[in-house]
């Protein structure tokens, strides 16, 4: 059974940082893309970055470009969001996500198994 568990969300000032990390379970992770997803209240969730198994390459939404990092530990089978100068924008629940087989890395469709989400406050 696939399980994704997020955890380091809370409530940040604006120009604060927060690292919210996933914890895999149930899948050879250290084979498989992942990203990160975020859902603001009355938005769509929309994709936040990506990484590829190796974590050689990775992608990112291009409002969070110099200010978030992804990164990933196949070791232990995490992977992580590094959260920097954080706007209140940036406000949502983060969700990490695992890439189906053939996918591609960019939308929800991409993707097959995913977590319950941490939230992520930025006070202004």
């Known amino acids: 059974q696939v399980r994704l568990v997020e955890s380091g969300g809370g409530l940040v000032q604006a120009g604060g940082s927060l690292r919210v990390s996933c914890a895999a379970s149930g899948l050879t992770f250290s084979r498989i893309a992942m990203g990160w997803f975020r859902q603001a209240p009355g938005k769509e969730r929309e994709f936040v970055a990506s990484?590829?198994?190796?974590?050689?390459?990775?992608y990112l939404l291009e409002s969070v470009k110099g200010r978030f990092t992804i990164s990933r530990d196949n070791a232990k089978n995490m992977v992580y969001l590094q959260l920097n100068s954080l706007k209140p924008e940036d406000t949502a629940v983060y969700s990490c996500?695992?890439?189906?087989?053939?996918?591609?890395?960019?939308?929800?469709?991409?993707?097959?198994?995913w977590g319950q989400g941490t939230q992520v406050t930025v006070s202004s």
């Open positions: 990484i590829a198994w190796t974590g050689s390459t990775a």
């Open positions: 996500a695992a890439v189906r087989p053939g996918g591609g890395w960019l939308r929800e469709s991409d993707y097959s198994f």
